[in-house]
Each structure stands twice: as C-alpha cells, then as structure tokens.
C-alpha cells in the first residue's frame, strides 16, 4: 500500500523535494550536531551525570523532553492514521495528558525526597525487590512491545513515503529499504545515546520541540486552505462534513468500538500508568535540579501535549477530507496520511523543515527509550549484581543492554506487520494490557498505608500474567479481528439481531473456546477489569498479612518529615497554580467543543 501511495504522489506532484529543502535538512543536522557536542562538553563521571544528566535539568529541557519524547513518529503516523480512519476516537489519550500535572504536583515531591534513579527502585523501597524484578522486566517489555519497535515501524512509513523508494541496490542485491531505515537511525541514535546519555536528549528536546510544533502547525493551516480553496473556515467547514459522526468525541455506550463507558476510564488508567510511573517519562523530571523545576517541567509538557490532537490527529482528518475529493489529487492510505501531506500539499522549503522535525522526532524518540532501558537494566539489575561496579563499567553495560533491546525491537516489528490494527490502537492495546498492575501497586502503595509487600508482588504477577494472556489471544485471533468487527458494527447498526450475532461467532466459540472468550471482550473493558481484579487481590492480600513496618510509610505520601513538608510547600507558587488550572481548563473545553 505505501509502495503504491508513493509511487501516485510521484507521478502527480514529481519529486517530493528540491534543492532548497535537501539545504534546509542539512543546515538543521549541522544545527543538530552541534547541539549534541554542546551538551557532551561536561563528561559524565557517574551513574547520576550519565542517567539523571546530572540532575541539573532546567524546566524547559524537562518540559520538552517530556514532549519530544512523547511525540516520536508513531504520532506523526499512527495518531493522523487514528485520525484519517477513526476521526476524534482516539484524541482522549491525547487529552489525558492533563495527567501530567498529577506527577509534577504529587509525584515529584515524592520521588525527590526518595532520590530514585528509576520507578521500579521506588517499588523495592516500598515494598520488596520482588515487586522491583518484575517492574523492571515489565517496562523493558514494554518498551520493545510498544515504543522501540513501533517507532522504527513508523520510521520506515515517514521515510519510504517521503522518499518514494522500497528498496536500495547494496552489493548487488535489492535489499527492503525497511532494514536500511531501522539499523541505520538505530545505529546513528544509539551512538549519540550512549556517548551522552540523558543530558544529550534534554539538550536536543529543546531545539527540536519548536521545530516540530511549527512544522505541523504549517500542515494544519496549509492543509485547512487547501481542503476549503484558501480558506481556513471553509476548510474546516469541509473537513468536519467529511468527518461526519466521527468528529465527536463522546460515542455511544452501545458503540461496540469507542463506547465511552470503555474510552473514558481505559484511558485514564493507560494516561496515570505512562504519565506517572512509566520510566521513560519519569526520568526526565527525575533530572530536575529541584523539586520547582521539575514541576514547572511537568507544566510545561502537559501545555504542549495540548497540541497533538491539533498537530497530528486533525491533519489526519484533512487528508480523509481530500482523499475523498477526486478533484483535490490527493492521494493516501491511513497511516501515510501526515507524511502524504508533507509532500503533497507543503510548498518546498517548509517541506524540508517540517521532515526535519519529523526525522529528529524520530532519533529523538528512540533515544529516549534506548536511555530508559539502559538505566534499567544497569541500575536495576547490573548495579544490584556488582554494587561496586565503577562509571565506566556501567556505561559499557548500558551499551550492551542497548543493543540488545535494539535488535528486539527490530525483531517485534515484524509481529506488528502482521497484526491487522492501526499502528496507534495497537500501541493503546498493548499498553492496557501492561498497565493496570502497575496503576494498582503504585496508587495503593502511594496512598494506602496498610498495603504490604506480600499483596504487592501477588497481584502484580497475576496482572501482568493477564496482561500477556490478553497480549496472546489477541495475537492467536489476528486473522478474526476484521471479521468479528463487522459483525459486531452489524449488531450496532441493527443490520443483524443479536440471535444472529451469537450464532455467527458460534463456530470461532467452539474452535477457541476460552481464548475466544478472553479475546472477545473489549479490550479497553478488559482494562479496567484487570484493574479491579489486581486492585482487589492487593487490597485482600495485604488484609491478610502483616502490616507494612513503620519504616516503609516513609515511601507512602504520608511519610514526608515536617522539613520536607515545608521544602515542597516553598516549591510552588501562584503562577505554578494558575498555570496548572489553565492546563485543566482548556482540556475541560476541548470535551466540551467536540462533545
């Protein structure tokens, strides 16, 4: 499919860039090569300079971190794709960003006074090293399920768009462009990765967070005046008509995809579990000079993670929009929707500036997840095995530790190839799977006193075992998926009676059996149920064993001294507050426009 979009728009619109815009990319790499020798200037002599950069982070690197590495190229592909096929369905986990806020006002003073270097070593404080393996091994998997591997996916997507080219003559044989995209930015990301650690990614965040936010402002505007013939109203006036029903938020309890009885708390729960406890978010406001900076950091991402649904998802809905105007020439698929629009509709220049943003949100992306695992696997397993290990030896431990989640991911890509979903639902898929557990033993653990070790590790392997079961049946049951949809999308539209509907799936009932069973319930639903069966284990299970040690309260939010009560309330002020409530409200009034 993106062979034959690419060839189109070739024929249509000729090469997809010129002169000027091959200069504007290469005086941007210089810019940001530059960048990064800038920022390895101060060599990293510790654990804390290579995986915290020090912990001299300033609010705009934190805040832009939070951002850049948030918004990697499985936004620039699958959220237009969720755009272009689904409309504002999937713009709630965008808007759950507003859950950025409880971690820049509940859990940095938290983590701060903890002086963690990652959540799972917050999990053992708390509770036990069990509770800490498993968290570990868990993020790491999730970093090559649903971050790593989908990044280099949709890098493949940007690039073989942009570029028009399936495969490279090397040595003789035609070779998938594919694998030239995925080693080489993994090759080029990895190294400046491991040379600077976190404090290169920080500095980076900050050149390229503008870049990319004006790149796709450009694409919304632009898009907008070519879909309503050079004006923005009509433009939107078009774009909304072509929508339809798909331009609201809120569907039907009934709609058997984005009911918002499944929508509503599925997200929250995926929005606490990545914006509050997820490693590779975390970290950079664990880098924080202070508790202010992080927190204002915090602020600063959850204003700029206003803009995806803007920026990415809606540009999705003006390509749907002209590929259905024959007149428009436009042509795409769903997610080849944004990088179509770059070389379709922008004019040259611009076209170069914004596959700038695109590309560095790309290495941008991935070496924030190459980092993550890195303080993972060493400061999670490697230091605890050899706690005398010396700066060096963890470095060259993290570079090995790397280049294995690497070729993992690479790996998993395949798996997503063959997983007939869109690019951004299956993330948000996987992800629900993984992330109650994590919400329940770090809501509980945080929040309630009396839960204790024992109960902690018990329903955390027995969420994250559900968690893979579901992972499992999804991938047992791929070859179904189209097919039980459109059945359940007959029922919902009253094509077929509900008689029918049971006995349609009747045969896959009987071949399945229990994996049809679990497969079949929504997965946004199996969320929030695996969320209630961990939550009630931990509560049963710590009922019923001994109460945690006065000496482990000291890690709930209940255990701060009264000089560390007073060095948080010194941390904020009005500004801190309005600027939080002003987050809130204008996510408060995106429901309320696209109700």
């Known amino acids: 499919m993106i062979k034959e979009t690419t060839n189109t728009a070739a024929a249509a619109h000729g090469s997809v860039f010129n002169a000027l ?98 959540m799972p070593e917050f999990l053992e404080l708390r509770f036990s090293r069990g509770s800490r393996s498993i968290l570990s091994v868990l993020t790491v998997a999730s970093l090559v399920l649903t971050k790593i591997a989908a990044t280099i996916y949709a890098g493949d997507v940007v690039v073989r768009t942009l570029l028009g080219v399936d495969s490279v003559n090397m040595f003789g044989h035609q070779v998938d ?16 990765t491991v040379l600077g650690g976190l404090r290169v990614i920080m500095y980076t965040a900050v050149l390229q967070t503008p870049v990319l936010i004006f790149g796709s402002v450009a694409i919304l505007v632009i898009g907008l005046q070519e879909l309503g013939g050079g004006s923005l109203l009509a433009g939107w006036t078009a774009m909304v008509h072509a929508a339809g029903s798909n331009i609201h938020l809120m569907r039907p309890a009934n709609d058997p995809e984005w009911s918002w009885l499944a929508v509503i708390p599925g997200s929250m729960i995926i929005g606490f579990w990545y914006w509050c406890t997820d490693q590779y978010i975390v970290q950079r406001v664990l880098a924080g000079q202070n508790q202010t900076e992080g927190r204002r950091g915090a602020i600063l991402g959850g204003a700029l993670k206003l803009t995806p649904v803007f920026i990415f998802l809606i540009p999705g809905m003006i390509a749907f929009a002209l590929n259905s105007m024959p007149a428009s020439g436009f042509h795409t698929s769903g997610d080849a929707a944004y990088t179509s629009l770059v070389g379709q509709i922008l004019p040259h220049g611009i076209r170069g500036f914004v596959a700038c943003g695109m590309i560095v949100a790309l290495m941008a992306s991935l070496g924030s997840k190459f980092n993550a695992s890195a303080t993972l696997f060493t400061m999670d397993f490697y230091r605890y095995w050899r706690p005398k290990a010396s700066g060096i030896e963890e470095v060259i431990t993290g570079r090995i530790a790397t280049a294995a989640i690497v070729v993992l991911g690479i790996l998993w890509v395949l798996v997503i190839k063959s997983l007939h979903s869109n690019l951004y639902e299956y993330l948000q898929n996987v992800q629900s799977y993984l992330s109650p557990a994590i919400v329940v033993l770090f809501g509980l653990g945080v929040f309630w006193k009396r839960a204790t070790a024992p109960a902690a590790f018990w329903a955390f392997l027995v969420g994250v075992v559900g968690g893979f079961a579901r992972l499992a049946a999804d991938i047992v049951m791929k070859d179904h998926k189209v097919y039980v949809a459109d059945l359940k999308q007959q029922l919902f539209h009253h094509v077929i009676n509900h008689d029918q509907y049971i006995a349609a799936l009747a045969p896959l009932k009987a071949q399945y059996g229990v994996i049809f069973d679990l497969w079949n319930v929504h997965w946004l639903f199996f969320c929030q149920s695996l969320l209630l069966l961990t939550g009630a284990l931990m509560v049963v299970i710590s009922l019923l064993t001994k109460a945690p040690d006065a000496s482990k309260l000291k890690y709930s939010w209940y255990g701060a001294t009264p000089e560390e009560k007073a060095v948080t309330r010194a941390s904020w002020n009005a500004i801190d507050v309005i600027a939080s409530i002003l987050v809130v409200v204008a996510v408060v009034a995106f429901y309320w426009f696209f109700w």
């Open 21 to 118: 815009d091959w200069w504007i990319i290469a005086a941007f790499a210089i810019a940001m090569v530059a960048v990064v020798l800038m920022s390895m200037r101060k060599k990293a002599v510790s654990g804390k300079d290579y995986f915290l950069s020090g912990k001299d982070s300033n609010w705009l690197q934190i805040g832009t971190s939070i951002f850049s590495s948030n918004i990697g190229s499985e936004h620039l592909v699958g959220l237009a794709g969720a755009g272009f096929a689904t409309g504002m369905a999937m713009a709630h986990w965008e808007m759950q960003g507003w859950i950025i806020l409880v971690l820049g006002w509940v859990f940095v003073p938290l983590y701060d006074r903890m002086k963690v270097f990652t």
């Open 177 to 192: 462009i594919f694998w030239v995209i995925a080693l080489g930015l993994a090759f080029t990301t990895g190294l400046y």
